[in-house]
RNA sequence: CCGCCCGUAGCUCAGCCGGAUAGAGCGUCGGCCUCCGGAGCCGAAGGUCGCAGGUUCGAAUCCUGCCGGGCGGGCCA
């Protein structure tokens, strides 16, 4: 219906154009239609006389009325005024109103999706947290965030693919998987001793048990073994590290090795997805950056920067020069001991994505790697590949509260709330939209008391019991040997005549507009404040109009507003990842 | 020192590609169940939109400079 108005508004330009009332040279604005933010000034607001007054040098309020004497008569608008400094307020007819809930009703679970994205290829990667961990918190928004713009996008009519990079090659990996052996022989009963930088978690010693259980007493090699001639950790914690990993590979050869890291990875990557699973987000694939690597993929990558002349040698290294695209400073490809960088393999990585087909890649990363975009554009740009197709999402970090105090948020051992446990103790569904419900630039806080209160204050319970008060309506409805029996079609909308009907009328239309507005900004709490509104909207309708009435025609018309309702709220709940469940 | 993000009601936040009287929730105060779920509804009080300039017919919104908070600035990942 926006586009609607807004191509009546176009139509009306180039009429006047054409009429001599406008400059032939004009360039004409593109059309700016708003749903109008006072229900006294109609339905859809436009600007465009004002905008359009300067260059055309005339008085808004005049050229507001000559664009309205230009408009084409169309079914849907009943009345357009001209108000305040020269906008053009759209009235649209009783009937266009009511449309959307044949709309809702007809489409059901597709009312809301659209064709705006139609032929766009779209990457989106998201969480990609590094292995050895599990998921905390920290993660939590982004996985939240990147899932529930993923659905909005796919909604609007994109082709959406949803990866996770994994960073399972390099140092990290070989730590992980002598950390994982260590614990082994611990479970093997051998007495060996746990390097400081190890990881630490618990969950490392319950995988060792596993591949105890799984491979036996294969991989054990004795305490003594191990210690012969390492250096003393004391001195340097990293280097002692380092020679345990040697040492690791050294007893084990690389065929067990290999197995044991392997074992780690799938393990860990496990807990992972499981928990990701455990919050309602599934990827397409999971993209192992160790393939990047043993398919030569990263140099190739150098190779394609070489080739475009914009690398170097320099201190034993080879540099990229990204400062000639924008960055700060020129980025090491590959260090002087012949390593290539995270860096190298991130530039491999998103030229991997481009080569693959996607127009546009989106990056969901926390606002800590914010320093790392310029870099990444850079290489992009001297790929020969517009920057602009690479859209990196930044979210901030949501601050935990829970009785009024601040939770500890360091990564260090321990001292950090894991998704899962967050998920424990919330709920998937308050977590998931308490994390979408701001702006992701948004600092936020996390009141953990307030989302798992079943009370009014809890923005996600009001939602969905916006949506199991609708069923509740209908199993009463049931028990009361009665039925909303018209059909869409038949039912006799022109009956909702309250204030409060037309209000909700107006959300209901509203809805496709939201998503679409959400998907171009990429701004999934636009769905989730919208929910918030349509809900607030359904409670006041419900106070105030019962719905259950002798008089079957009127309350056929009100169960059919109702339940178009509950299919919004469905809709939009979904995309957001909560549930919307019939009773509470 | 440099760069990015944020600063809106007591609190948490919308509104930010310039538009009409700056909104919501919580909290506070006062009301509403013989009635479809009170996990709800209605009403009231509450604002120098961090500060100061600038652009504009018009600025919470754009620009500049300050102030305050967060985060970055490795041949780590």
Not at 118 to 138: D, K, Y
Not at 258 to 281: N, T, Y
């Amino acid at each position: 219906m926006k586009r609607h108005v807004a191509s009546l508004l176009a139509q009306a330009l180039e009429a006047m154009r054409e009429a001599g009332e406008l400059p032939a040279d004009l360039e004409l604005p593109e059309v700016q239609v708003e749903r109008a933010r006072d229900r006294a000034h109609g339905d859809y607001a436009a600007n465009t006389a004002m905008v359009l007054a300067k260059t055309a040098r005339q008085k808004p309020r005049d050229l507001a009325e000559t664009i309205r004497s230009r408009l084409p008569a169309s079914p849907s608008i009943a009345d357009v005024e001209i108000a305040g400094p020269g906008f053009l307020n759209f009235t649209l007819t009783a009937e266009a109103r009511r449309e959307s809930v044949r709309l809702a009703l007809h489409q059901g679970a597709d009312y809301g999706r659209s064709d705006v994205g139609a032929g766009h290829r779209v990457h989106i990667e998201f969480v990609s947290a590094n292995p050895p961990g599990p998921l905390h918190v920290g993660h939590g928004r982004g996985a939240a965030f990147g899932d529930a713009l993923a659905s909005v996008l796919e909604a609007a009519g994109y082709q959406v693919h949803r990866e996770y990079y994994v960073n399972d090659a390099g140092r990290q990996m070989d730590i992980l998987a002598t950390s994982l052996w260590l614990r082994y022989l611990e479970a093997a009963g051998e007495t060996v001793p746990f390097p400081a930088k190890g990881y630490q978690g618990a969950y490392i010693v319950t995988h060792a048990g596993e591949l105890l259980e799984a491979d036996g007493r294969a991989h054990v090699r004795t305490a003594a073994e191990l210690a012969a001639g390492l250096p003393a950790e004391d001195d340097d914690p990293e280097g002692y590290l380092d020679a345990l990993v040697a040492r690791a590979r050294e007893l084990l050869g690389e065929t067990a090795y290999r197995r044991v890291l392997d074992f780690a990875l799938e393990a860990i990557l496990g807990d992972i997805r499981a928990d990701l699973d455990a919050f309602g987000v599934r990827y397409h694939r999971y993209f192992s950056e160790r393939e990047l690597v043993e398919q030569g993929r990263i140099e190739q990558a150098l190779e394609r920067l070489d080739a475009a002349g914009y690398t170097y040698l320099a201190d034993g290294a080879l540099w990229f020069q990204a400062s000639a695209f924008g960055d700060d400073k020129d980025r090491v490809l590959r260090r002087d001991n012949g390593l290539t960088t995270y860096f190298a393999a991130d530039v491999a990585y998103h030229l991997d994505k481009i080569e693959r087909g996607f127009d546009t890649l989106v990056n969901v990363w926390g606002a800590d790697h914010h320093g790392y975009v310029p870099r990444v554009q850079a290489a992009l740009k001297a790929l020969g590949v517009d920057a602009e197709r690479l859209d990196v999402r930044l979210v901030q970090f949501a601050i935990l509260y829970r009785g009024g105090e601040k939770l500890p948020m360091s990564t260090r051992s321990g001292e950090f709330v894991t998704l899962r446990e967050l998920r424990d103790e919330v709920g998937k569904d308050a977590a998931r939209f308490f994390y979408v419900m701001r702006r992701s630039e948004q600092h936020m806080d996390f009141d953990l008391d307030l989302a798992k209160s079943e009370s009014a204050d809890n923005p996600v319970y009001y939602c969905q019991y916006a949506h199991a008060r609708i069923c509740s309506v209908f199993r009463q409805l049931e028990e009361r040997g009665l039925a909303c029996r018209a059909g869409v079609d038949e039912a006799a909308l022109d009956r909702l005549d309250t204030e409060h009907e037309a209000i909700v009328l107006d959300l209901l239309g509203r809805y496709p507009e939201v998503i679409e507005s959400a998907a171009l900004s990429r701004e999934p709490h636009q769905v989730a404040q919208y929910l918030r509104e349509l809900a607030a909207a359904f409670h006041t309708y419900y106070n105030a109009v019962p719905f259950i009435i002798d008089d079957e025609p009127l309350r056929d018309a009100r169960l059919t507003l109702v339940r178009a309702t509950r299919q919004v709220l469905a809709n939009g709940l979904e995309l957001l990842g909560v549930d919307a469940p019939q009773s509470m």
